[in-house]
């Protein structure tokens, strides 16, 4: 039997060991995959109609198997089948009735199907000591070779500052799902997140970077397609050179790539950043009960962490089933090939690592030290995008929010629980807010970070949406089909007084007012401000905290309902930060006399009475008003050019009590006038006519912030 160029199927030439994965050099393509443990390797390629070809790759070098098969060209879909022992209790798992994805596979074909075939123990029994005999491929994706020549002409990094940095969070597909400009047959795709309605919208927010949820190929996991349900986020990765086919308006066969290839280009046209939500802690084939899809069937010893005693079991640090071993140089060569392909071949501009700390673990502690991140940082391509970590794992020690090292930025999670605590009424002072106010250097000064350390953020895409965290004080999550055992139950929210919606206009004034204070707060703060996607614009979940697996109108941003006063209010914001070099600090605050202002400081913290703030008032738990001086002559840091960095000064003030309260604004040297430029109290957070108020006392309205501009007499 020959193929379609004349050449015998069975005709396997040695081809090579490196690179790994499948790889076409014009005239047929060279197929390698790295398995220490296997006794053979079969390369299995499939027709269009699904009719399966095994080729053995009869090669293997320092654990690679490898072979090129002459007229094999892009479009080819394949996969593997791996021969080996079947003994779980030593960690081997290899079964070759089930068809395996090549991890390093640059596009993906297919939907995983439940089906008994699709796990590697036999009669349903996890712990069985045989394995499954049924045949898999029908029910598993498969690996597509591509070639992609595309056309990057042009394309430039914006390669923003993080001090000018404005992350915005969003989902590929619930970006545009119900977007009335964009195609249909665009929505929900990575040509939808790049149509010129987005992206403007984008633009007129003012945002510098898209942070897209998992955009790796994934699956969805059993449990969720028993329900009925699917993974919505995508934080369970089976491809991580791959983007998810789904996600893909034009095909399968390799369409995606030149698909997300032309997004990144259009997002870097309108300036603006792509930062891919990566998943390197954990796969998608879960613990022992899950199914065998790639990783597991080919090493699963290899690739990952196994309890000691019990090779059948895994060590779960990220609650997902399973932890990849990036102690092994293997499994850290896939982690780092992978970014770097990202970065130069799809152009991204950097990433954010889910459960970081799981990467970061060398026997069981985490380790500022280890492997991982000696070859981040010596790596001369992937060290030089954008690195945000998010610093927990669901391990013991795991949260280790400040405690990353240099190079990285954070998710501030302690940012987070502080405001939401601060303006959901707990009685907390406002010591710690000073700290998030002003770029956390309790967190991140020590070890020589800046105040770009920290991102700052309220909402994500895990939890309430801003407007629902002040209208439910209950998660709502039943949807979700675990009785709502699922998603956190303390969210320090603040419903009013009222749990779910309401048509009291005291009651929804109320919480949109809260709405404008979190988000003042966040736009007026020290470090790299993160938005959630539909924040700006009021979108709810209903009361889902958890909407993991909700791909509906649950989780879609909801184009048709924008409120268009927040969405002002947001940009206005977003405008304000963009122009004031005194709210983008790139360095910490010294607390220090500005010389030649008559003995202002480059920030001084104020007490409602007038004075500044005295020992006593940091540590009373029951203050809830504060006022942050930020004077805009005794900025550190200097232009690109050498020169000194000078803006107006401003004078921000936060009140979280529910009553009015009288502040004294400072008078000389401080300021002889103030400005008012952002009150909460409005919609769109601008004063309906200019409002100019010399030093003294004035009455704050209850829950609310200002932000005031400083005037000086010539």
Same mark, same amino acid.
Request: net charge negative; glycine share 12%; with cysteine.
């Given at each position: 039997?020959? #193929?379609?160029?004349?050449?015998?199927?069975?005709?396997?030439?040695?081809?090579? *060991?490196?690179?790994? %994965?499948?790889?076409?050099?014009?005239?047929?393509?060279?197929?390698?995959?790295?398995?220490?443990?296997?006794?053979?390797?079969?390369?299995?390629?499939?027709?269009?109609?699904?009719?399966?070809?095994?080729?053995?790759?009869?090669?293997?070098?320092?654990?690679?198997?490898?072979?090129?098969? *002459?007229?094999?060209?892009?479009?080819?879909?394949?996969?593997?089948? /791996?021969? %080996? &022992?079947?003994?779980?209790? +030593?960690?081997?798992?290899?079964?070759?009735?089930?068809?395996?994805?090549?991890?390093?596979?640059?596009?993906?074909? &297919?939907?995983?199907?439940?089906?008994?075939?699709?796990?590697?123990?036999?009669?349903?029994?996890?712990?069985?000591?045989?394995?499954?005999?049924?045949?898999?491929?029908?029910?598993?994706?498969?690996?597509?070779?591509?070639?992609?020549?595309?056309?990057?002409?042009?394309?430039?990094?914006?390669?923003?500052?993080?001090?000018?940095?404005?992350?915005?969070?969003?989902?590929?597909?619930?970006?545009?799902?119900?977007?009335?400009?964009?195609?249909?047959?665009?929505?929900?795709?990575?040509?939808?997140?790049?149509?010129?309605?987005?992206?403007?919208?984008?633009? +007129?927010?003012? /945002?510098?970077?898209?942070?897209?949820?998992?955009?790796?190929?994934?699956?969805? $996991?059993?449990?969720?397609?028993?329900?009925?349900?699917?993974?919505?986020?995508?934080?369970?990765?089976?491809?991580?050179?791959?983007?998810?086919?789904?996600?893909?308006?034009?095909?399968?066969?390799?369409?995606?790539?030149?698909?997300?290839?032309?997004?990144?280009?259009?997002?870097?046209?309108?300036?603006?950043? /792509?930062?891919?939500?990566?998943?390197?802690?954990?796969?998608? $084939?879960?613990?022992?009960?899950?199914?065998?899809?790639?990783?597991?069937?080919?090493?699963?010893?290899?690739?990952?962490?196994?309890?000691?005693?019990?090779?059948?079991?895994?060590?779960?640090?990220?609650?997902?089933?399973?932890?990849?071993?990036?102690?092994?140089?293997?499994?850290?060569?896939?982690?780092?090939?992978?970014?770097?392909?990202?970065?130069?071949?799809?152009?991204?501009?950097?990433?954010?690592?889910?459960?970081?700390?799981?990467?970061?673990?060398?026997?069981?502690?985490?380790?500022?030290?280890?492997?991982?991140? #000696?070859?981040?940082?010596?790596?001369?391509?992937?060290?030089?995008?954008?690195?945000?970590?998010?610093?927990?794992?669901?391990?013991?020690?795991?949260?280790?929010?400040?405690?990353? *090292?240099?190079?990285?930025?954070?998710?501030?999670?302690?940012?987070? =629980?502080?405001?939401?605590?601060?303006?959901?009424?707990?009685?907390?002072?406002?010591?710690?807010?000073?700290?998030?106010?002003? %770029?956390?250097?309790?967190?991140?000064?020590?070890?020589?970070?800046?105040?770009?350390?920290?991102?700052?953020?309220?909402?994500?895409?895990?939890?309430?949406?801003?407007?629902?965290?002040?209208?439910?004080?209950?998660?709502?999550?039943?949807?979700?089909?675990?009785?709502?055992?699922?998603?956190?139950?303390?969210?320090?929210?603040?419903?009013?007084?009222?749990? %779910? *919606?309401? =048509?009291?206009?005291?009651?929804?004034?109320?919480?949109?007012?809260?709405?404008?204070?979190?988000?003042?707060?966040?736009?007026?703060?020290?470090?790299?401000?993160?938005?959630?996607?539909?924040?700006?614009?009021?979108?709810?979940?209903?009361?889902?905290?958890?909407?993991?697996?909700?791909?509906?109108?649950?989780?879609?941003?909801?184009?048709?309902?924008? =409120?268009?006063?927040?969405?002002?209010?947001?940009?206005?914001?977003?405008?304000?930060?963009?122009?004031?070099?005194?709210?983008?600090?790139?360095?910490?605050?010294?607390?220090?006399?500005?010389?030649?202002?008559?003995?202002?400081?480059?920030?001084?913290?104020?007490?409602?009475?007038?004075?500044?703030?005295?020992?006593?008032?940091?540590?009373?738990?029951?203050?809830?008003?504060?006022?942050?001086?930020?004077?805009?002559?005794?900025?550190?840091?200097?232009?690109?050019?050498?020169?000194?960095?000078?803006?107006?000064?401003?004078?921000?003030?936060?009140?979280?009590?529910? =009553?009015?309260?009288?502040?004294?604004?400072?008078?000389?040297?401080? &300021?002889?006038?103030?400005?008012?430029?952002?009150?909460?109290?409005?919609?769109?957070?601008?004063?309906?006519?200019?409002?100019? /108020?010399?030093?003294?006392?004035?009455?704050?309205? &209850?829950?609310?912030?200002?932000?005031?501009?400083?005037?000086?007499?010539?």
């Amino acid at each position: 039997m020959t #193929d379609r160029a004349g050449v015998p199927q069975t005709e396997v030439w040695p081809g090579s *060991p490196a690179p790994l %994965g499948a790889h076409w050099d014009g005239t047929g393509t060279n197929f390698a995959l790295w398995s220490a443990g296997a006794s053979a390797v079969d390369l299995c390629l499939f027709d269009p109609d699904g009719t399966e070809h095994r080729h053995r790759l009869r090669e293997s070098t320092h654990q690679v198997w490898h072979g090129r098969l *002459p007229g094999v060209a892009p479009g080819q879909r394949y996969g593997y089948r /791996v021969h %080996g &022992g079947y003994d779980p209790a +030593s960690g081997a798992r290899y079964n070759p009735a089930k068809l395996l994805l090549d991890p390093y596979a640059r596009a993906v074909d &297919g939907e995983l199907t439940l089906d008994p075939s699709l796990f590697g123990y036999a009669d349903g029994h996890p712990d069985a000591a045989w394995a499954d005999q049924r045949d898999s491929a029908a029910a598993v994706p498969r690996g597509v070779v591509i070639h992609d020549s595309f056309p990057w002409d042009g394309d430039h990094h914006p390669r923003t500052a993080w001090s000018d940095t404005v992350i915005y969070e969003v989902h590929v597909k619930g970006a545009t799902m119900t977007h009335p400009d964009v195609p249909p047959a665009l929505r929900g795709t990575y040509a939808g997140l790049a149509h010129p309605a987005f992206v403007e919208h984008l633009v +007129s927010l003012g /945002v510098t970077a898209v942070e897209l949820l998992p955009v790796h190929h994934f699956v969805s $996991e059993p449990h969720l397609l028993r329900r009925g349900l699917t993974n919505y986020w995508g934080y369970n990765t089976l491809g991580y050179f791959a983007p998810h086919a789904a996600y893909s308006s034009a095909g399968t066969a390799g369409q995606q790539v030149t698909e997300f290839k032309a997004m990144v280009k259009a997002m870097h046209a309108a300036g603006i950043e /792509v930062v891919l939500d990566v998943v390197y802690n954990h796969t998608a $084939e879960g613990d022992h009960t899950g199914p065998t899809l790639s990783f597991k069937g080919i090493d699963n010893a290899g690739y990952y962490r196994l309890q000691g005693g019990d090779g059948a079991r895994y060590t779960d640090y990220t609650g997902c089933g399973n932890t990849l071993d990036v102690r092994r140089p293997q499994v850290l060569a896939l982690l780092m090939d992978s970014l770097r392909y990202w970065v130069t071949e799809m152009h991204v501009d950097g990433f954010r690592f889910d459960l970081a700390s799981a990467l970061a673990r060398s026997m069981h502690d985490v380790d500022r030290l280890s492997a991982f991140f #000696d070859v981040v940082h010596q790596d001369p391509v992937v060290s030089q995008v954008k690195l945000i970590a998010e610093p927990w794992d669901v391990g013991e020690g795991g949260y280790q929010v400040g405690n990353f *090292p240099p190079l990285w930025t954070e998710w501030n999670g302690k940012y987070r =629980d502080t405001v939401r605590d601060v303006w959901s009424g707990a009685h907390v002072g406002v010591r710690d807010l000073a700290y998030r106010l002003t %770029g956390s250097s309790d967190l991140y000064r020590s070890d020589g970070r800046k105040p770009v350390a920290s991102v700052n953020f309220v909402t994500a895409h895990d939890g309430f949406t801003l407007r629902d965290l002040y209208t439910y004080e209950v998660k709502r999550n039943d949807a979700n089909g675990e009785e709502g055992r699922d998603g956190e139950s303390h969210n320090r929210g603040w419903n009013a007084g009222v749990e %779910g *919606p309401s =048509d009291d206009p005291a009651v929804t004034g109320a919480r949109q007012r809260q709405v404008r204070n979190v988000l003042a707060t966040l736009l007026l703060s020290t470090g790299v401000p993160m938005l959630t996607a539909g924040d700006e614009s009021g979108r709810t979940q209903g009361g889902n905290n958890n909407a993991y697996c909700q791909d509906n109108e649950v989780s879609w941003l909801d184009w048709g309902s924008m =409120d268009a006063d927040l969405w002002t209010f947001v940009s206005r914001l977003v405008a304000l930060r963009k122009a004031s070099p005194v709210l983008r600090q790139e360095a910490f605050f010294d607390g220090h006399e500005v010389p030649g202002t008559g003995g202002t400081r480059d920030l001084a913290w104020f007490a409602p009475g007038g004075g500044q703030l005295t020992t006593t008032d940091w540590f009373d738990a029951g203050l809830q008003t504060i006022g942050m001086y930020l004077d805009g002559r005794g900025i550190r840091h200097r232009d690109e050019r050498g020169r000194p960095v000078t803006d107006d000064s401003w004078l921000v003030w936060l009140h979280a009590g529910p =009553d009015p309260v009288t502040v004294h604004l400072p008078g000389p040297p401080w &300021g002889d006038g103030y400005e008012f430029v952002v009150s909460t109290e409005y919609a769109t957070g601008a004063p309906p006519r200019p409002a100019v /108020v010399g030093p003294g006392p004035i009455t704050m309205p &209850g829950r609310c912030v200002w932000a005031l501009r400083v005037l000086r007499r010539p």
